[in-house]
């Protein structure tokens, strides 16, 4: 019973550490390409929240 348990916690962990890293590999291609925000505009994003008019999201 308790294999059983511990073998699914690891293919769980296995499942989540191979999305972490396509993921990664995906946002490091983005930056590669070009597809960045600068700190500045989030930050006037991130303020603009709190207001009746915030900004719209970047892209």
């Known amino acids: 019973m308790l294999g059983c348990i511990v073998k ?3 293919a769980a962990w ?3 550490q191979k999305r972490a890293r396509r993921l990664t590999v995906e946002a490091l291609a983005d930056v590669d390409a ?3 925000i600068d ?3 989030v930050q006037a ?3 603009s929240l709190d207001t ?3 900004l719209p999201i970047s892209r």
Do not use: F, N
């Open 8 to 10: 699914q916690a690891l």
């Open 14 to 16: 296995l499942r989540q």
């Open 34 to 36: 070009g597809h960045v």
């Open 39 to 41: 700190h500045q505009t």
């Open 52 to 54: 009746d008019k915030p």
């Open 45 to 47: 994003w991130a303020k």
